[in-house]
C-alpha cells in the first residue's frame, strides 16, 4: 500500500523507471544470444541386447544387470549408468565425464561384454 501512495504522489518517477525497464529489457533481449538447438556434447555409450521371448524382469536379471557390473568394473570415467529392460530388449546408457574418451570406453564394452561392434551395440558423442 505504500508502494501505491508513492507512485501516486511521483506518478512522473514511476513513469520513468517503467520507460527505462522496457528499454533495458528490449536492449537486452537483443544482445542475448539465442539458439534453438545447442551444442551439447555429452559422451554417452548405449548397449542394446536383444532375446526373443525373455520376459522383461529376466531380462533385467540375467543380462542387464550383468551389463551394468561389468561395465561399471571396466570403463573409466563413468558418471552415471542407466538402463530399461523390456520383453526381449535391453537397452544400457553409460554417461561419462565430460573430456572422457569415448573410444577407450567403446574399446572397454566391446572387450568386457564380447559384443561385436555394430551388433546391437550403438554409441553417441
Not at 13 to 27: C, D, E, K, R, Y
Not at 39 to 59: C, K, R, S
Amino acid at each position: 500500500m505504500l508502494l501505491v501512495k508513492i507512485a501516486l504522489r511521483a506518478p512522473y518517477t514511476f513513469t520513468v523507471l517503467a520507460v527505462l525497464l522496457f528499454i533495458g529489457g528490449a536492449l537486452s533481449t537483443q544482445q542475448m544470444p539465442k539458439d534453438i538447438f545447442p551444442a551439447i556434447n555429452i559422451p554417452v555409450v548405449g548397449i542394446i541386447w536383444t532375446y526373443n521371448g525373455l520376459p522383461a524382469q529376466e531380462m533385467a536379471e540375467r543380462i542387464t544387470t550383468v551389463s551394468e557390473r561389468a561395465s561399471t568394473t571396466t570403463v573409466n570415467n563413468i558418471e552415471h549408468i542407466e538402463s530399461n529392460s523390456f520383453n526381449g530388449i535391453a537397452v544400457v546408457k553409460i554417461y561419462l565425464h565430460q573430456g572422457a574418451s569415448i573410444d577407450a570406453a567403446i574399446a572397454n564394452v566391446v572387450i568386457v561384454l564380447s559384443v561385436q561392434p555394430g551388433d546391437a551395440f550403438r554409441y553417441s558423442g
